[in-house]
C-alpha cells in the first residue's frame, strides 16, 4: 500500500516537473526559435522542405489548414490500406502472412490515421514486420503529427490577436516529426531494448522448454514501435496483449516509463499553451482542471481494484494482492491502474492489463475517461483541441452567470464560436450511444459481445466510446472483426476525427481574427481556481448528463448484481 | 488542388521512410550490437547450447517436481498473447476458479491459495508468481527432490526479484530461473526425475 502511493506520487512529481521543460522546448520548436537540435535537425529539415517544395513562409487560412491536413491524410490512409492488402508480396516477411481482407484493411488503415489504434487483428500472428514499420511505426509518427500541428494551430487561434492565419500546416507537421516525436522515440527505444524489448528483423526463434514441449517465441522490431506507440498516445501494439506482453512492457521501470511517455507531451502542451498567449498560469490552469480529474480517476480504479472480486470472497482465496485475473506479476494492481487512466484519459488506448477483467467501479472509470473525449489531457494535441470545446462553453457559462460578454484571453466568444463548440456534446452522444444502440437491434452485430448481463452492454460502449474518441481502448473479447463493427466503427472513428479537427481550427480561425480586448472588469479572470472548478464542474456535468443512463445500465447494474452475488 | 495533393504525397512517402524504415532499422542495427541478448528476445540456453525459453515468456510446467507459472488464456503459446477477457461477474469465470483453487489444495494442502495463482495473467504468457504463490508450492516440490523445506526456502528467496528502486512494481519470482536452478542442484537420493 505505501510503495503502491509512493509510485503512484512520483508518477505524479515526474509529470509536474516534466510539464514545463518539454512545453518550453516545443514552445520554442513550433514558434521556429533555436533550440538544442536545431544544429543538427535545421539542415535536414530545410533539404524536406527543398524535396516537398515546400514554402516554409506560407501561412495558412484555417480553411486552408484544413485542406492540408486532409489532403495528408488521404494519402495516409491510401498507402497504408496497400500495405496491409500487399503484405504478402513485401519484403520482410518472414512467415509469409497473407494479405488482410479489404474491410479489415481499411478498418485498420482508418484506425491508425486517425490515432485510434483499435486492433481488429493479432498483431504478431497477423502483420508482417514491414507492416508493423513502415504501417504501424510510421502511421504512429503521422497520425501525431497531424493532432500536435492541429493543437498547435488551435493554440495561435487563441493567442494571435487580429491574425488571418495560423501557421503553415506542412510546417508543424515535419517539425513534430523531426524535433519532439523522433528524438524521444529513439531514445526511449534503446532503453526499452536494454529492459529486454526485443528489437530483431529474424524470424521466430523456436525453443524446446524444459519438459521437452516446443514453444514458438514471437518477436520483431518490438522496442521502436513501443517507443512511438506510447509517445504519440496512438497506442496500438506489436502484441496481441500490448503493453501486457513480457516482451513489450518486460519490467516495471519499463511499465513506469511508458505511463510517463504517455502523458509527457498531452501535459506539456498545457505549459506551451501558457508560453504562447503569454501567462503560463493560463497552462497551469488547464493543467490543474485536468490533473483533479485524473487523480479521482485513478484513486477509484486502484481503491476497486484493489479490493479484489466480491463474488470469490466465499473462497478459500488470498486475495491481498487484489483483482489478478488479466493483470501481470510485476506489475500488480497500482502498476495497472495507472496504466488504465494514463492511457484512457490521454487517447492512447494501450493496455498493460486486461480492461474487460477489471472490477465494474476500476473498468467505469476508464470507459468514462474515454466518453469525455480527451477531455483530460486527451491524446497528442487531439487533447488540446478537444478540450477547446469545453474552454469556449465553460467561458459561455462563466459570462452568463455573472452577466458579462464571455472573454477567454481578451477574445470574445460569441455566436459562431458557441455553435461551433456545441459539436461536443451533439456527436460525441450520438456517436457514442446511438450506434451502439442500433448494433444492439441487429441481431448479428450484437452477439459480437463476449461477455453476458450488464458486462456486454459496457463490452459494445467501450467500443464505440473508443471509436468516436478515437482512442483505441477496448474491452478486448469484444468482437470488432464483424462487418457491421468495422463499417461502424470506422465511420465513427473519421466523424470523431475529422469533425472536431475542423470544427477547432474554424473556432481558432475565428478567434484569432479577432482584435483582443483589454478583460473587462467583473469578467471572469481564467487562470483562477475559481476557472479551475468551473472547468471541471463542465467536463463532469456534460460527461454525467450525456452517460449516467448508460453507466447505470452497465458498469453500476453488474456493480450492484455482484454484491448481491449474482453471476451471469 | 493538384498542387496540394502532389506535395501531400511526397511529404508522407519522404516522412514514411523516415518514422517506418530509417528509424525502427537504425534502432535495430544500434540494439544488436549494444544489447544482443535482449534484442533478440533474451534467451535462454541450455547445457548443449540449445535454446530453452525465454527469460521473459512463460513455458508450462506441469510435472509436481516444479513450480508452476500462473494460468494462462493462451496455453503458454508466445505466438498469440492475451487475456481470458471473462468479465468479474462472469459465472464461467468464477466456476474456473473454484476448480483452480479445489485442485490447488488437493495438491498443496488445505490452505488459502493465492490469487495469482487462479487467476490467468493479462498477457497469457507472465513470466513470474508472487512469492506467496512460491511458498506455498514448496512443500509439494520439497518432499519430491527429497530437500530440507528450508533449503528450498533459500533458494526461493534468493530468487525474489524486489520492487525496482524499492518502489516500482511487485515482488516476484520467475518461474523459468527457479526450475532450472533447482534442476542445477546435485541430485539427491529418492529424488523424482
Not at chain 1, 96 to 109: D, I, K, N
Not at chain 1, 272 to 293: E, H, I, K, N, Y
Not at chain 1, 523 to 535: A, R
Not at chain 2, 86 to 103: C, F, G, V, Y
Amino acid at each position: 500500500m505505501a510503495d503502491d502511493t509512493a509510485q503512484l506520487l512520483l508518477f505524479g512529481v515526474v509529470i509536474v516537473i516534466l510539464t514545463p521543460l518539454l512545453g518550453r522546448y516545443m514552445a520554442r520548436v513550433y514558434a521556429g526559435e533555436r533550440n538544442y537540435l536545431t544544429p543538427v535537425v535545421a539542415p535536414i529539415e530545410k533539404i524536406i522542405w527543398q524535396i516537398c517544395a515546400i514554402d516554409s513562409r506560407a501561412e495558412q487560412h484555417w480553411s486552408r489548414y484544413a485542406f492540408s491536413v486532409l489532403a495528408v491524410n488521404i494519402v495516409c490512409v491510401l498507402i497504408f490500406y496497400a500495405i496491409l492488402r500487399l503484405q504478402y508480396y513485401l519484403p520482410l516477411n518472414p512467415r509469409s502472412v497473407m494479405g488482410l481482407e479489404p474491410s479489415a484493411s481499411f478498418a485498420t488503415a482508418v484506425s491508425f490515421i486517425t490515432g485510434t489504434n483499435w486492433q481488429a487483428y493479432a498483431g504478431e500472428a497477423d502483420l508482417s514486420f514491414f507492416s508493423q514499420m513502415v504501417g504501424c511505426t510510421a502511421q504512429n509518427f503521422l497520425a501525431a503529427a497531424t493532432a500536435m500541428s492541429v493543437g498547435i494551430a488551435v493554440m495561435r487561434g487563441l493567442t494571435q490577436s487580429r491574425a488571418k492565419t495560423l501557421g503553415n500546416f506542412h510546417v508543424d507537421f515535419i517539425r513534430t516529426i523531426l524535433y519532439i516525436l523522433l528524438p524521444g522515440s529513439f531514445i526511449f527505444a534503446l532503453i526499452f531494448v536494454f529492459q529486454g524489448v526485443p528489437q530483431t528483423l529474424s524470424n521466430f526463434s523456436t525453443v524446446v522448454t524444459v519438459e521437452g514441449g516446443e514453444q514458438v517465441l514471437a518477436h520483431g522490431p518490438v522496442a521502436s514501435q513501443v517507443a512511438v506507440k506510447m509517445f504519440s498516445t496512438s497506442g496500438g501494439g506489436f502484441f496481441n496483449a500490448n503493453g501486457a506482453h513480457p516482451f513489450s512492457n518486460p519490467t516495471p521501470l519499463t511499465n513506469f516509463l511508458q505511463a510517463v511517455l504517455i502523458l509527457a507531451i498531452p501535459a506539456a502542451l498545457t505549459y506551451t499553451f501558457g508560453t504562447m498567449a503569454g501567462d503560463v498560469r493560463q497552462g497551469w490552469a488547464l493543467f490543474s482542471a485536468m490533473a483533479f480529474l485524473f487523480v479521482i480517476g485513478l484513486a477509484v480504479v486502484y481503491a476497486a481494484e484493489g479490493g479484489g472480486n466480491t463474488l470469490l470472497n466465499r473462497l478459500p482465496i488470498d486475495q491481498t494482492t487484489g483483482n489478478m485475473e488479466g493483470k501481470e506479476t510485476r506489475f500488480g494492481t497500482a502498476g495497472s491502474a495507472l496504466w488504465a487512466v494514463t492511457a484512457t484519459a490521454t487517447a492512447t488506448g494501450a493496455v498493460n492489463s486486461m480492461l474487460e477483467s477489471y472490477t465494474p467501479m476500476g473498468g467505469m472509470v476508464p470507459l468514462l475517461n474515454v466518453q469525455l473525449n480527451e477531455a483530460i489531457f486527451g491524446g497528442v494535441g487531439s487533447g488540446f483541441y478537444s478540450l477547446l470545446f469545453y474552454i469556449v462553453l465553460a467561458t459561455f457559462i462563466a459570462g452568463l452567470m455573472v452577466g458579462r460578454s464571455p472573454v477567454y484571453l481578451g477574445k470574445k466568444i460569441e455566436v459562431r464560436e458557441i455553435k461551433l463548440a456545441v459539436l461536443t456534446p451533439l456527436i460525441v452522444p450520438i456517436g457514442m450511444l446511438l450506434l451502439p444502440a442500433l448494433a444492439l437491434q441487429i441481431s448479428e452485430a450484437a452477439s459480437a459481445m463476449y461477455n453476458k448481463g450488464p458486462h456486454g452492454l459496457t463490452e459494445i460502449l467501450v467500443a464505440y466510446a473508443s471509436a468516436v474518441a478515437t482512442n483505441g481502448a477496448s474491452f478486448a473479447g469484444f468482437d470488432a472483426s464483424q462487418p457491421f463493427h468495422l463499417n461502424a466503427q470506422a465511420l465513427a472513428m473519421m466523424v470523431g476525427r475529422f469533425s472536431f479537427i475542423i470544427a477547432a481550427l474554424a473556432i481558432a480561425g475565428s478567434l484569432g481574427a479577432k482584435r483582443s480586448v483589454t478583460t473587462t472588469v467583473g469578467g471572469v479572470p481564467t487562470h483562477t481556481p475559481l476557472f479551475v472548478i468551473l472547468m471541471i464542474s463542465i467536463i463532469f456535468i456534460f460527461g454525467a448528463m450525456s452517460f449516467f443512463p448508460a453507466l447505470a445500465l452497465g458498469p453500476l447494474a453488474e456493480h450492484f448484481e455482484m454484491l448481491a452475488g449474482q453471476t451471469f | 488542388m493538384l498542387k496540394e495533393l502532389r506535395l501531400a504525397v511526397s511529404l508522407v512517402l519522404l516522412m514514411t521512410v523516415l518514422t517506418g524504415l530509417a528509424y525502427p532499422l537504425t534502432v535495430t542495427g544500434l540494439a544488436q550490437l549494444i544489447f544482443p541478448s535482449a534484442a533478440n528476445g533474451s534467451l535462454i540456453y541450455g547445457g548443449d547450447g540449445e535454446p530453452i525459453g525465454s527469460a521473459l515468456i512463460a513455458q508450462n510446467f506441469t510435472g509436481p517436481q516444479y513450480f508452476h507459472p500462473r494460468p494462462s488464456a493462451v496455453s503458454y503459446n508466445a505466438q498469440i498473447s492475451g487475456g481470458s477477457n471473462e468479465a468479474p461477474s462472469s459465472r464461467q469465470l468464477i466456476d474456473k476458479i473454484t476448480e483452480r483453487t479445489e485442485a490447488a489444495r488437493a495438491s498443496l494442502g488445505e490452505r488459502r491459495i493465492p490469487i495469482g495463482m487462479v487467476t490467468a495473467s493479462g498477457s497469457g504468457l507472465d513470466p513470474h508468481i508472487s512469492p506467496a504463490a512460491a511458498y506455498a508450492q514448496a512443500a509439494r516440490i520439497a518432499g519430491l527432490r527429497n530437500m530440507a523445506e528450508g533449503d528450498l526456502w533459500a533458494v526461493i528467496n534468493a530468487h525474489i526479484e524486489g520492487r525496482t528502486f524499492s518502489i516500482l512494481g511487485e515482488p516476484r519470482i520467475n518461474v523459468l530461473q527457479l526450475n532450472l536452478a533447482l534442476d542445477a542442484l546435485p541430485k539427491r537420493d529418492g529424488a523424482v526425475e
